[in-house]
């Protein structure tokens, strides 16, 4: 069984840095096999992909809202994807899920996800 534990959400103020942690873990799976991406889902919005990194990390993908101050990464030695947050504005109130797809470019990663984690929360006060 696959699992894709995010951690490192939180309450923090405008302006601020978080840490999120993607933690994949399962017998059979190779996480060097998987491109992996970072989408959030704000209240009453849809989910939305703003990161992504191909297999080896030589690939990288956001989208503009989110340039500049986001940095994705990943460690194949560790299992794990990150998402280095800086200058967190409220509007980057949301919760943040992984994601690992073993087929198709970044771009489609929210149709062709096999896997994703239970998501974790961050809130930005103003």
């Known amino acids: 069984q696959v699992q894709l534990v995010e951690s490192g959400g939180g309450l923090v103020q405008a302006g601020g840095s978080l840490r999120l942690s993607c933690a994949a873990s399962?017998?059979?799976?190779?996480?060097?096999?998987?491109?992996m991406g970072w989408f959030r889902q704000a209240t009453g919005k849809a989910r939305e992909l703003i990161a992504g990194i191909s297999r080896i990390g030589s690939s990288t993908y956001y989208t503009d809202s989110v340039k500049g101050r986001f940095t994705i990464s990943r460690d194949n030695t560790k299992n794990t994807l990150y998402l280095q947050i800086n200058s967190l504005k409220p509007e980057d109130t949301a919760v943040y899920y992984c994601a690992a797809s073993m087929s198709g470019p970044i771009s489609s990663l929210r149709i062709t996800a096999n896997y994703w984690g239970q998501g974790t929360q961050v809130t930005v006060s103003s």
């Open positions: 399962g017998r059979t799976f190779s996480f060097n096999d998987y491109t």
